[in-house]
């Protein structure tokens, strides 16, 4: 009769089920200042459609098409527009233009005051990260493993840059960094490569993680969440490999750490932060000497980018959590549901105000106070 | 008569050997290889295991005892060379006649 | 240093075979070895695999070789596995050198995990994760549990196709196989992925778009991802449409050996007309198949689009290349443990030492499977080695029982239990004529029938043969008038062939018909009213004014009965015109045609038949009948079919006979007719008899004028009653019987459909079905109910479902059916069963 | 029903044809004609012995491996006043365990040689010996297949020292060393290594195997000369248990009743070769057993029924009995 | 659940002894499949014991007489495997050709009078190929005789199949088809008894096809090979028994279109009665 029983009994123990929420002493307040709808918000194809701020504005954008400017004080929408297409990748930003990827392979560039549709240039693979420009030149990453220069003015492709792709990747890409005249951009082979961001040229190239074991699940090697730069270090972080800082002028890797991050890093208070698959936020001194601290309470709850806020670092749980942990130790201070079915998208941090943008569309705003 | 029973029975016709037109007869030059008349006339059906030296091309298509096409072609080689080549199409170059007479087609009588 | 081996001795042997140790060792006794050959024998002997630790020393001059052999795998134990058999994995394991009894090695382990992990990445179950023991057991062997959590199966979340203009996702979607997950998903799993299901689906996307005229498709790069906890699954493809192509030109060159028309008969690309890749591979194995019908089995035609520069129109250009002629050089038949060589090969429509012909080679495939003796034939033409014009042509057949010695035992509803022997062989003794030899018995048939036929009497398949016969129904059980009927008789019967598919038949019959009518036999048979036999006096009694009858005066035998008394029938019975014996010598010629392609269970073609039976003049009874029966088959979709199927008949008398005789009557209703009704029960109905009432005489005055008790000391006498110088006369009330009629019009449309879960479809066939059909008699006694001359809203329809499963036994089939128009004198039966006999 | 059943009949029994199936020479060609395409495409190789069996053929039992059913591995068998250890293990076992022998005993070995078999020790003073003795030991196959016996040889340093003497010198000594040699092959056995040469050169297939005769009679053919052969085929009577009513050793019979498995609980280890559980057909039967010396180191021993023999004695119970004394002759 | 109704479970510590008594006890009263199951545990349990291999051979003899002939085969694959140089591996590999040889022949079919050349040879050659195994490998092995008259009495049949077909393509009236096969015999099953109607077939055909010349030289080999060959009368030359015309008919088959007593076909069948 083992057959009979074995259907019913749950699977025993699976080691990767995500941990139960344990109650905690709050420290912090958490209030939240206003909430905005957006379209059908991240839409079916697990796309990670980013807000972006400039100054006062929020920009957003939905996977079926809606794009909204939103007023940061009151979240009052300051202009809407439907671009009659899907989107897969955004919200990139700079000057008065917004850069949008559509989910059949457009890079669109619409006008930051008003959304109208400026110009749109057909890329061969889904736009999944959002575009970046700096004035002369927008970068776009498409999911088929290319690098894209367009010309900001008229979007005429200039230069690609082509990377081998694995058979079996993670799914979406991660998000190319303009900074002035070089371009940095993570790829799915596990490498992060720098470009001349006007010609293509390749200026370095340095190899985060490398794929071992035998099945293509054991191989995947993504470097797909955000990178964080800040002066001359880039830090970036891939799936069943490491962590890794950069020069960034030399292309030489200062440090380096194990860990299996899909979801991005990030840096402040001297720490840099990444969030490990098996659900650690994990602080590495930036100065490479170690591991400040590590907080593991929140086991295989499939934690967002951490984003650092005043002085707590934020990240959002698969049910739509939003937890606080102390910069300092790590120690979780305070936690407030978000809800949406999560919240993937990386979250804006100014100040002590956090915007978080659902899965389901709402742009949260929220305001973090320490409790008396 | 030569039915065998009722009239009208259905007979498929039979069909045997290898088909030769003059055409390809006409390339045939004396001398040539085995290998060189077996890619021109194709397999014989008839190689006997007595006569290796000779190839016989015979076919024949029949319906019941009616005989509907007969023609025969017969090539002997001495030591691997083509020397006599005789039948229906004697090629030219054997001193068959250039349009050698077209196959007996008529089918005996019924 | 070297020394010289003067004997090599081996210790710490337990399993392991001595012989074996020493063919590893690359030296042998005699030779002189150094440092490095004891290192190199300590490394074959390693190689073997066998041994974990091997120590070689010098005993003197004996080479001393001191092994520690591995353990020996005792049992392997797998739990936790659901979704692939246990020993489906041991096979794998197997595979990879690790099975019960073998030599256990640290490597192996690492090897088995990969293969089990491998076998669950393929079913797409990602986070499968597998732990392996090892429990070390005594007399150095090891036994192994694995623990294997299978995870779930990653199901598609998201298909995304980037850079189609001309036709929608939702458009291009419908062509995958690979589905995101619907709400039929856990049935069809149609969205686990695999990776051949998607290169299938790739393949399907180029040649939809090429199809359509875009030549120049072609799909850039495909990407697969699994989202982070491994569960889903997200496919892309970024293709690049092209333009949209029309024919411009289309030619043949090379080698036609037919002239050009008949070849471009078969061209299915024409001007003007939108580029499709399909028409152009259509064209090529049509013209493939044409050269192949003239001998040219390795014919290759090859379409090549040619684009003109900068425009949107293409030259096709075929070119044919029919190979040398080629010829068959001997046929070889496989699988035919039963059945005769020549069984086989009388069926061949092509020669061997003859050129070979694609279509007679086909032909000759589908004639075997005709035979109904194989449920599969399949044929393949190997080029014989070093010739390249010559062939062999290797059949291969699946013999099925075409009939059973034994005793078969069947139920219908309509007979009840079939108990009989019969030995019903199409292929007796694999000889390829068919022998019969029926003893049935029924409720309400006994019959015995021995038949023998030869249908390859002559080499083109003129069949010869003959059968002899006794039946004696009593169809007064089986819902029909009362009667019995005895026959017996015999047939010769011989058949030709006119046309490939084509044959006709004669068959020359004598048969000897005894009809008893019984008692309350139905007006039609025998005229009514009638008197009874058994009763022989009659009395008058009058009736009183109370109901009562006076008492019996006198009883006067029946001889005596003045005619008058009796009523006049208006119409006689048939048995009183023809009398109830009757031999008859029939001539039966017919024509029938099929093109089924299988014997059983056929799904394409057609089949019609037509046969007129006449009792010759010279015979008791001279009638004829005359019936066709035809079904055709029209594929529907690649696994639905609709067969049609109809059947009429027509008899009647003529000469001296008037009618077509009631044994003969069609009858309808039930299996293989009109399903719905209960079987034979259509059509007109029999009146039922009259017959003089009796009576028994309450008292009597016997002849001397004292009363008597009528009916003597033994029992009671009846007697025939009358009033006022008739006899009286009573119906019975039993309901009316169906009679048949000699007008029968039937048909039927079916939709065979595939069974979910059945793969073998030569076997279980289910179909839904709308019947249509009566009896009609054109000669309606006057008296006769639900009889009609031929009249269309007289026809009765009934639809249901159907299903026949050929068992050992033979077929069985059950339907369920609602008839739609009934009339009030038909009676239904919605279910219907019979074992032992097909529809 | 000899019509249907019978040689000539309708349902005839075809399953014997194949012994009748004919071999033909190949046809002769006249020399003007060519004959090298003639060939065979099913080549039937040919067989040492092609002598069919005559009677109805019967699918055969795999022949059993090794007899012996007892137990100890080493036994010291004697036959006059000649002994010898008798050792189940093949040669190439043996030889090891006997050079380890002398090299435990510390008596110093003077000459080896694999390929003969044989080990010849040193000249060596036994304390309780007036002279000095040297040993040779003899291994060769035993009679059973994967046994093997082992021959001592005692001579004493007087005389021709040279060769050795037919037989021992001293017997005392021969068989003191025959005990040793067998106590320490007893206690050593299990994992005992193997060696190379003797494993080769000593062919370890017995020397005991059932051949068919001309007439299709089968009987045991043994590799030992008549006296020794006579001695172990009594013992191998008695074992199978034949009661010995008679022998009369220059005409080479025994006269035997086989008595057949007697019952006792646990059937022998030969009781598969009597097909029914109750009464052995050949129970109780008297048979004559006769050896016959092909030459003076190989005899053959044929078994027929005495002449007041009531059972006829098929081709298979006269195979099962032959194979049961085979299996104990030791 | 309920246990399966398996062979009364040995307790698991019976010694290998017994259960090796237990399967010879099965053997003899000719209860196939449980000597099977007992002798495939006793290899199971004592895998390397002193009765293993004798096991597998008498599983071998137990699969072959319970008709399961695919089983002996894997039996004795497995047997040839493991003991590759073992005295007793010529018994697998008879048992082998044995059960290729029978087939799937039921107990009756060794009593049918179905002429095995008319049927499948397929399994002919299989058991052929197999035997050879044994033969070419063991010529001493007491199985050999037996094997090898089996292979000569399967080549025979093997030939008499091809003759079967060229009488049927004679009746079909494709006669270079018959004469090919004719030639096939005399080329190929040198030494089978066939190979004398094999010639007279090649006569026959040539006769027919008009080649007389070449008949001339088959008949004349056929004489000389067998003088007593019933196409050949006393003085040498050759019985031709089919002729361009078809067959003679008698009066009756003609008046009644040929479905009365036709003319039987000659047979070019030289088998002997046996």
Known sequence: CSTVQGWFESDDEDPTAPVKLVDIEEKVKIRKLWSVGVGNGQGKGLYKLQPVMDGNTLYAASAEGEVKAIDRNRGKTLWKTDLDTGLSGGVGHYGDALFLGSSDGFVLKVSADSGELLWSTRLQGEVLAPPQGNGNVVIAQTYDGKLQGLDAETGEKLWTYDSDVPVLTIRGTSTPILNGNTAYAGFANGRVVAFDAQTGGVLWEVRVAISQGRSEIERIVDVDGRMALIGNELYAASYQGRVVAIDATAGRKIWQKDVSSFSGVSQGFGNVYVTDEDGTISAYLRNGQGLRWEQDALGYRELSRPTPVSSYVAVVDLEGYLHLVSQVDGELVGRAKAGGGGARADMIADGNLLYVFTNNGNLIAYEITARS | CSAVGFPGVYRIDVEQGNIITQEIADQLQPGMSKRQVRFILGTPLVEDTFNRDRWDYVYTRRNGLDVLAEERLTVTFKDDSLVDVSGDYTPAAFGGSPEAETSQDAGAAS | ETFQISDIRVEGLQRISAGSVFAALPVGVGDTVDEYAIRASARSLFATGNFDDIRIGRDGNVLVVVVAERPSISEINIEGNKAIETEALLDGLKGAGLAVGQVFQRSTLEGMQMELQRQYVQQGRYDAAIETEVLPEPRNRVSINIDVDEGTVAAIKHINVVGNEVFSDDELEEIFELRTTGWLSFFTNDDKYSKEKLTGDLESLTSYYMDRGYLQFRIDSTQVSVSPNKEEVYITANVTEGDKFTVGSVDLSGDLVLPEEDLRRFLLVAEGQTFSQQLVTSTEEYMTRRLGNEGYNFAKVTGIPEVEEGSNVVAMKFFVDPGKRTYVRRITFKGNLKTADDVLRREMRQMESAPASASAIEQSRVRLERLGYFSRATVETPQVPGHDDLIDVEFEVEEQSSGSIGASFGYAQDAGLILGLNLQQDNFMGTGKRVGINLNSSRYQDLYNFSYTNPYFTEDGVSRGFNVFYRSTDLSEVNVASYTTDTFGGALNFGYPIKETQRLGFSFGLSDTEITAGRFAVQEIKASPRLLDGVDDWFESTQQDDGSFSDVESIIPIEDLPFEQLTIPEEPGFLDENGDNFLNWTITSSWSQSTLNRGRMATRGTANSVSLEVAMPGSDLEFYKLNYRGEIYFPVTATWTLRLRGELGYGDGYGDTTELPFYEHFFAGGFGSVRGFESNTLGPRSTAAELYTTRQPVTGIDEDGNAVEVGGPNGREFGYVSRDGKLLVETLRDDPDPFGGNVLIEGSAELLFPLPFIKDRSKLRSAFFVDVGNVFNTKCASSQINCFDVDADELRYSVGVGVTWITGFGPMTFSLAKPLNAGPEDEEEAFQFTLGRGF | CGYLFGDQGVFRDKSEDYKKAPDMPVITVPEHKDSDALQEIYPVPPVENALLATEEFEVPRPTPLAAGAEDEIVRIQRLGEESWILVAEAPGQVWPQVRSFFASAGIPVARVDARAGTMETGWLALESAAMASRFKVRIEQGVQRGNSELHVLQQNQVGDVDNWPGSSDNVEQESEILQALAQYIANSAGTAPVSMVAEQAINASGKISIQESSTGESYIQLALPFDRAWASLGRGLEKSTFEITDRDRSSGIYYATFLGPQGEDDDGWFDWLFDSEEEHPQAGQPFIVSVKADDESNVAIFLKPAAEATAPLEKRDRQALLTLIKGNIN | ?274
């Open chain 5, 1 to 274: 659940c309920a246990g399966n109704d398996e062979l009364p479970d040995i307790a698991a510590d019976t010694g290998e002894q017994q259960i090796y008594e237990e399967a010879q006890r099965y053997l003899r009263s000719s209860n196939w499949d449980l000597a099977v199951r007992s002798l495939q545990l006793l290899e199971s349990r004592y895998p390397f014991g002193k009765y293993a291999e004798q096991a597998q051979l008498e599983i071998i003899y137990a699969h072959y007489n319970g008709y399961e002939h695919e089983a002996a085969v894997e039996a004795a694959d497995r047997f040839i495997r493991l003991h590759p140089a073992h005295p007793n591996v010529d018994y697998a590999y008879y048992m082998k050709g044995l059960a290729a040889y029978t087939g799937n022949d039921d107990i009756f079919s060794r009593f049918l009078p179905t002429d095995e050349s008319e049927r499948d040879v397929t399994q002919a050659k299989e058991a052929f190929a197999e035997f050879n195994q044994l033969v070419s490998r063991y010529p001493a092995s007491p199985y050999a005789p037996d094997a090898r008259a089996r292979m000569v009495h399967l080549r025979n049949l093997l030939a008499r199949h091809e003759i079967l077909v060229a009488n049927y393509y004679f009746r079909r009236g494709a006669y270079m088809a018959a004469t090919n096969r004719g030639r096939y015999v005399v080329e190929n099953f040198q030494r089978s008894p066939a190979v004398a109607d094999g010639l007279a077939v090649m006569a026959q055909g040539y006769i027919l096809l008009g080649l007389d010349d070449l008949a001339k030289d088959t008949i004349e080999v056929l004489a000389l090979n067998y003088p007593n060959h019933p196409n050949i009368d006393k003085n040498g030359n050759f019985k031709s028994v089919y002729t361009l015309d078809g067959l003679q008919r008698n009066w009756i088959n003609k008046a009644t279109f040929g479905l009365f007593f036709p003319p039987t076909p000659p047979q070019f069948d030289t088998r002997p009665k046996l």
